[in-house]
Nanobody
Framework: VQLVESGGGLVQAGGSLRLSCSAS????????MGWYRQAPGKEREWVAD???????RYRGSVKGRFTISRDNANNMVYLQMNSLEPEDTAVYYC??????????WGQGTLVTVSS
């Protein structure tokens, strides 16, 4: 599975960005997709994920501000980020889960939120 993220950039605090992740390759068995992020000097952390059946989970600090969605027909997953805060500054990574296969990661897209 190959994952390619896009949509990162520089935004002021309070602004919005929409990240996209496109999946290709052996995607038939993907059962969950999600987003992680890694801020400078910190470990990578889980942000949100969505199953093929539409079950969604969010990290507490982004709940109510971020929305994850999935387009199964086009093998896409999105992360709408509103009310962005400087603490959201990080490289955002897309991840795909498949049974009995290693997890797949994208290359990341940088989100910078200025105060």
């Amino acid at each position: 599975v190959q994952l390619v993220e896009s949509g990162g950039g520089l935004v002021q605090a309070g602004g919005s960005l929409r990240l996209s992740c496109s999946a290709s390759g052996s995607i038939r068995r993907i059962n969950r997709m999600g987003w992680y992020r890694q801020a400078p000097g910190k470990e990578r952390e889980w942000v949100a994920d969505i199953t093929v059946d539409g079950i969604i989970r969010y990290r507490g600090s982004v709940k109510g501000r971020f929305t994850i969605s999935r387009d199964n027909a086009n093998n896409m997953v999105y992360l709408q980020m509103n009310s962005l805060e400087p603490e959201d500054t990080a490289v955002y990574y897309c991840k795909a889960w498949q049974p009995y296969q290693p997890d797949s990661w994208g290359q990341g897209t940088l989100v910078t939120v200025s105060s």
